[in-house]
C-alpha cells in the first residue's frame, strides 16, 4: 500500500527529531511492504521567514492531499516579538481549525524501564501508568470571542469560553469509543467546573447522554482542581480522561511529567470528516537545545505509532515501534532528558538509529 503523509518539520528542535522519525518510518515500510511517501511543507517560524506566515495555504493544501500529517514542533525566540496572529503558534491553531481536528489524544504511560524518572512515590504508580487525555481541541476559551475594552475601572480584556452540544457531544463520543477499544478499566473520568460554570453544566449534561449509548463503560466526573490534585495523588483511577481545551492542556502536561520526561509523550489530533490527522510530540521547539543533537525523538517515534493506528490501522506496525522503544529503554539507552544523574547518555540521531536497529517484523 501507498500512503501519503505531510511532514512539517517545524523550528528549534522539530527538524532533528522529525528526521528520526522519518528514518524509523523508511525502515518500516521496508519490513512490511508498504511506501510510505513524504512531502516536506512549511509552518511555523520557518514559514513565516519564507512566506511572512505561519501557515501558508500551500502547506494546508497539501495536508488536506495527505492520509496523515507528521509535525515535529514550531516556534522559538526569534520570532516572539511578532503580534499575536503572524506568531508560530497561531499557524497551529489555524491547522488544527483547518483540518476540523477536534479530538486531541494525549497518552501519558509509564515504562517500567522508566520507574525512576516518575517524580512520585513508587507505591502510587506500582505496576506502571497508561493514561489516555482526551481534549477537545478545536472549541472553548482559546476559540472564543476575545477583546479588549474600557471597563468602569479603565482597560479590561476578555476571552470567552463557549461550547456547543454538537462539540461536545462528538469529543465524548470520540472518549467512551478509546475507553472501549482500550479495553482497560473501560471507565471514562470526565473533568468539568459545573458547579461553576454554565459551559461545562451543558459540558456533563450532554457527557451523560452520550454515555447512555456506552453501558459498558463507567462514567465518572470530576472537577478540574480536584482532578489536577488526583492525577499526583492516585494516577491509576485513571483510564480515560475527558475533558475541554483549557483543562485538557494543563491536565495533559501535568500527566506527562508523571511519567517522566515530556520529551516522551506523542499526541494525535483526529477529525472525522475524511481529514487527515495531525501527530506530533506533546513538547515545544525547545530552543535550548536545539540544534545540539540531545533532543529524545522518542515523542516524535511514537506519534508514528499512533499515526499507523489510527490514520492507517497498521496495528502490526504501530506494535513493532512501541515493541522497540521498550526494548532500547530496557536496554538503558538513554537521551539526556531520561537519564539519571551521571548516567551514560546518547545523541538524538543515536536513540533513533537505536530504535530502528530493534524494529523487528
Ligand atoms: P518546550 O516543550 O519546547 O520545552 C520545555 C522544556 O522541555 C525545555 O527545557 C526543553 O529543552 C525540554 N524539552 C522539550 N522537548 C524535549 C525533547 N524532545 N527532549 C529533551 N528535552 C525536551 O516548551 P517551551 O520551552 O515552553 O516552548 C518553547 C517554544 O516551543 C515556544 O516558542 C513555544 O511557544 C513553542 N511550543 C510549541 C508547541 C508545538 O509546536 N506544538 C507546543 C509547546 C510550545
Ligand atoms: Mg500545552
Known sequence: MKYKIAVIPGDGIGPEITTQAELVLARLGELFG??????HVLAGGAAIDVFGEPLPDQTIEIAKESDAVLLGAVGGPKWDGMPGHLRPEAGLLKLRKSLNLYANLRPAILYDALKEACPLRADLVEGGLDILVMRELTGGIYFGEKGRREGPNGPEAYDVECYSEMEVERIAR????AARNRGR????????????LESSRLWREVVIRVAAE???????HMFVDNAAMQLVRAPKQFDVILTSNIFGDILS??????TGSIGMLPSASLSSAGMPGVYEPIHGSAPDIAGKDVANPIATILSLSMMMRHAFGLESEAATIDQAVKEVLEAGWRTGDIAKPGERTIGTKEMGRRIIDALKR
Open 174 to 177: 470520540a472518549a467512551f469509543e
Open 253 to 258: 502536561d501535568e500527566a506527562s511529567m508523571v
Open 185 to 196: 478499566d473501560k471507565k471514562v473520568t470526565s473533568v468539568d467546573k459545573n458547579n461553576v
Open 34 to 39: 508498504h511506501e510510505f511517501a513524504t512531502t
Open 214 to 220: 456506552y453501558p459498558d463503560i463507567t462514567l465518572e
